[in-house]
C-alpha cells in the first residue's frame, strides 16, 4: 500500500515537499516513481528512482525536483522548487513489481504495479 502526502496550494515559486509511505513491502526491492495528472491531460511521468538510487526526470522539472527514496523508513520523496502553474496536477507515487535491476527506472505508467491515491498539488499565480 502508498500513501502519499505533502500536497497543498502554493504560491508560484514556492517549494514543497512530497512524501510517499510504504507499507507491506520492504522498498528496497522495488524502482519508484512519481507520476502527475492534470485535468484534461494524460497521466505523465514526472521522476523515477531505481532500486540503487539512480534517479530520471521528465525535462521540464529537471533542476526543480528531486526524487529521493529512504528504504529504512520505506518512503520516497518529491522535493518540488521553484513551482509553476504548469505543475499543478494530482501527484502519484508508485512502485514496480520488484526485482527489476539496481539502475532500471521505469518512465511508463504500464511499468508500475502498485500505485497510491494521489496527493493534490495546486499552484496559484
Known amino acids: 500500500q502508498l500513501e502519499e502526502s505533502g500536497g497543498r496550494l502554493v504560491q508560484t515559486g514556492e517549494s514543497l515537499k512530497l512524501s510517499c509511505t510504504v507499507s507491506?513491502?520492504?522498498?528496497?526491492?522495488?524502482?519508484l516513481g512519481w507520476f502527475r495528472h492534470a485535468p484534461g491531460k494524460e497521466r505523465e511521468f514526472v521522476s523515477g528512482?531505481?532500486?540503487?538510487?539512480?534517479?530520471r526526470y521528465l525535462d521540464s522539472v529537471t533542476g526543480r525536483f528531486t526524487i529521493s527514496r529512504d528504504d529504512d523508513q520505506n518512503m520516497v520523496f518529491l522535493e518540488m522548487k521553484s513551482l509553476k502553474p504548469e505543475d499543478a496536477a494530482l501527484y502519484y507515487c508508485?512502485?514496480?513489481?520488484?526485482?527489476?535491476?539496481?539502475?532500471?527506472?521505469?518512465?511508463?505508467?504500464?511499468?508500475?504495479?502498485?500505485w497510491g491515491q494521489g496527493t493534490q498539488v495546486t499552484v496559484s499565480s
Open positions: 508508485a512502485a514496480d513489481a520488484g526485482g527489476s535491476y539496481p539502475n532500471t527506472i521505469w518512465s511508463s505508467v504500464s511499468q508500475y504495479y502498485y
Open positions: 507491506g513491502h520492504t522498498i528496497s526491492y522495488y524502482a
Open positions: 528512482i531505481s532500486r540503487g538510487g539512480s534517479t
